[in-house]
């Protein structure tokens, strides 16, 4: 793979279902993120990791949680998914740094029901 | 609070010039970024400004005025290819991007 990947694509969901969004990336960054988009909203960030080992809260993070066991990988799990949930998922990840910019995976749509 | 306010849609010319302002107000300032978004991808990387001034690229200018909170994304000679979003994002003090809602950019031929 070259760049970073999001899985899936889409989903349709159930309330109260568990989820997990998988988010690899192969640039060896330090840093990698998770935002939600919503219509006429800017993109919102749920959680991010500076480095492997590390996360921290973002500014919406209830309802999700992550874990950053390597440096490939950031996967962004809900719980107990609810219709406001229903989004589109955006991972990033950037070099750490001030002017670095952030790549992103191509998205995954959630759909709560 | 924090807050990017950029116009919410504009349309313009094949061809013509066209400058979607962003103003900020953030708890301090780390950069300014612009993305651009095409309907169902995701965002990539423009243009990132620290500085006052101008910083050229292309077709595609960005201006930074820290004092006044302010910025402008300059596209010149538009292309068909370049209907998208146009998203604004400053880097606040605890160097998270905060974002804009984005620009909705319509060309016509």
């Known amino acids: 793979i070259a760049g970073i990947t999001q899985a899936p694509t889409s989903q349709i969901l159930a309330a109260g279902r568990r989820m997990t969004l998988r988010c690899t990336q192969d640039?060896?960054?330090?840093?990698m993120y998770w935002y939600r988009q919503d219509l006429g909203l800017g993109l919102r960030l749920i959680h991010y990791?500076?480095?492997?080992?590390?996360?921290g809260k973002g500014e919406v993070p209830d309802g999700y949680s992550v874990s950053r066991a390597n440096t490939d990988d950031f996967p962004l799990t809900l719980a107990s998914a609810v219709p406001s949930q229903t989004s589109v998922y955006f991972c990033a990840s950037s070099v750490k740094g001030e002017n670095n910019e952030q790549f992103f995976g191509p998205g995954t749509r959630l759909t709560v029901l | 609070g924090q807050n990017i306010d950029q116009p919410t849609e504009m349309t313009a010319t094949e061809g013509a010039i066209v400058q979607i302002n962003c103003t900020y107000q953030?708890?301090?300032?780390?950069?300014l970024f612009w993305y651009q978004q095409h309907a169902g991808e995701a965002p990539t990387f423009l243009s990132y400004n620290v500085l006052d001034g101008l910083e050229e690229k292309g077709r595609f200018s960005s201006f930074l005025s820290r004092s006044k909170g302010y910025s402008y994304l300059l596209l010149k000679e538009l292309q068909m290819k370049d209907s998208a979003s146009y998203l604004c994002a400053v880097k606040d003090s605890n160097y998270q991007l905060i974002w804009g809602a984005g620009t909705k950019l319509i060309i016509k031929p």
């Open positions: 953030t708890s301090g300032f780390n950069g």
């Open positions: 990791s500076n480095t492997a080992g590390t996360t």
């Open positions: 640039m060896r960054h330090n840093a």
